[in-house]
């Protein structure tokens, strides 16, 4: 007996337009999207989106489960329901867990966790290291969403710093290479000012300039350089600074660029005035910066200098955040509040609903050849967020659904609310609350 389900009155918003209608799914296909599609049996599961937005399923291409090896901060069955919450229906995670996902037996067994226990779709990257590559060379591109590599050091210490080492993979894989790009002897160097003046305990609106914009850009312009001189396909994670930004280009197509890059919700949402405030809750590598250079991100973001904006949900717990600065990790979680920080961005008059979808749904499906999703289209996996735009709540401690039990956006009022996600066509979660449906599918890729 095949479900059905019928989605009436709806925005949909797709490929740059917004377009009133209904949408039926058949299992977990959208089977057809028409201006009014009529009910044609009592079994059928028919929701009323009441004039509110349906996006695709957003695709977060970077996140951080913790599974295996850090399963006190997140794993992946808490932290993909939080995805679902926040209208993330797939997730590709990046490798440094415990142990780090630098084998093709330990990426293999990161799916098998994920078969059994994830609610949203997933796919990993596999990790670079400077004495992997016969590892990397086994891995099938069309199993796995891409290559990370960590050229500054970053939580789980993946370091690759071997120059002979990154030219040799960047010269001898057609995957898509993802960078976080920091130079490290420059943030080595600062940090050690910064310690002999303050000892453990520096001030956390030190670590912009501790991890310094010059850090990013010499890491990502020489990375850059590198991929021009042997063709690797690059991918430049979590760009933070104005500078950087020139390092892109709009001139092609997403799917015939080369060199793509990612900006993060956090650096499009606080700068360094907030360190005053929220301390080490923000403190990310790389780091928020000044207002200028989140002001500058968003205009390479809307020029399409920059083609996708994710989470780099990266959960801590507030006992490990609270330490002083050398000893507090970076990263926080997002998943969950990502979307609706940019429908607040939107509301601002930031952003249209139409680039977020572009950005978050569209673009990480074509930048890694993501197979049916991140569309609405007849034909396509049945991943679908609902919205209601004018429906105002606010982040408290009551409904956050991360492991770690804290967000920086706590006490932040967003209009918008999520209503529904589907997930391959499973409704999954409804009204705050995560339903016990483990629909969640691996993701395939078109290579």
Not at 120 to 132: H, I, K, L, Q, R
Not at 135 to 156: C, H, N, Q, R, W
Not at 295 to 302: D, F, G, V
């Amino acid at each position: 007996m095949k479900q059905h389900t019928l989605i009436k009155n709806a925005k949909i918003v797709n490929e740059g337009k917004i377009v009133e209608g209904d949408i039926l799914i058949e299992d977990n296909i959208i089977k057809k999207i028409d201006l009014s599609i009529s009910v044609k049996s009592a079994e059928m599961l028919v929701i009323d989106a009441e004039g509110g937005y349906v996006f695709p399923g957003m695709i977060d291409d970077q996140v951080h489960f913790r599974e295996p090896g850090l399963t006190h901060k997140a794993d992946i069955e808490s932290e993909s329901k939080a995805a679902l919450a926040g209208g993330i229906t797939s997730f590709i995670e990046m490798p440094n867990t415990n142990p780090q996902t630098t084998t093709v037996e330990k990426l293999e067994e990161k799916f098998a966790i994920a078969a059994n226990s994830s609610y949203a779709n997933y796919s990993f990257m596999f990790g670079g290291t400077n004495d992997n590559l016969d590892e990397i060379l086994k891995v099938d591109p069309k199993t796995v969403a891409g290559l990370k590599l960590f050229l500054g050091s970053s939580t789980g210490n993946m370091l690759v710093d071997d120059p002979e080492v990154i030219e040799k993979i960047f010269s001898s894989t057609d995957m898509v290479i993802s960078v976080h790009c920091e130079d490290e002897a420059t943030i080595k160097e600062n940090l050690e000012k910064y310690k002999a003046e303050y000892g453990d305990d520096i001030p956390m609106e030190k670590h912009p300039i501790i991890r310094s914009a010059e850090a990013c850009y010499l890491s990502s312009s020489k990375a850059i350089e590198l991929a021009k001189k042997t063709g690797a396909r690059l991918h430049v994670f979590h760009v933070s600074t104005g500078k950087e930004t020139s390092l892109f280009s709009n001139k092609l197509p997403l799917k015939d660029k080369k060199i793509t890059a990612e900006v993060c919700v956090h650096h499009l949402w606080f700068s360094d005035e907030d360190y005053a405030k929220k301390g080490s809750h923000i403190k990310w590598n790389p780091a928020v910066k000044t207002a200028d250079d989140r002001a500058k991100l968003w205009k390479a973001l809307l020029d399409d200098k920059i083609d996708v904006i994710a989470t780099d949900h990266a959960p801590h717990t507030l006992e490990e955040k609270n330490n002083p600065y050398t000893k507090a990790p970076s990263g926080g979680p997002l998943v969950q509040h990502a979307l609706m920080a940019l429908m607040e961005a939107h509301h601002q008059g930031k952003i249209s609903v139409e680039k977020i979808v572009e950005k978050a749904c569209h673009n990480p499906a074509i930048l890694f050849n993501v197979e049916k999703r991140g569309y609405i289209k007849e034909g396509y996996f049945a991943d679908l967020v609902i919205i209601n735009p004018q429906s105002p709540w606010t982040v408290n401690k009551s409904n956050i659904l991360y492991k770690c039990g804290w967000s920086p956006f706590e006490g932040s009022t967003f209009k918008s609310r999520i209503t529904h996600t589907f997930v391959n066509g499973r409704l999954a979660y409804k009204n705050f609350k995560v339903l016990d449906v483990k629909a969640g599918e691996r993701l395939t890729f078109n290579r």
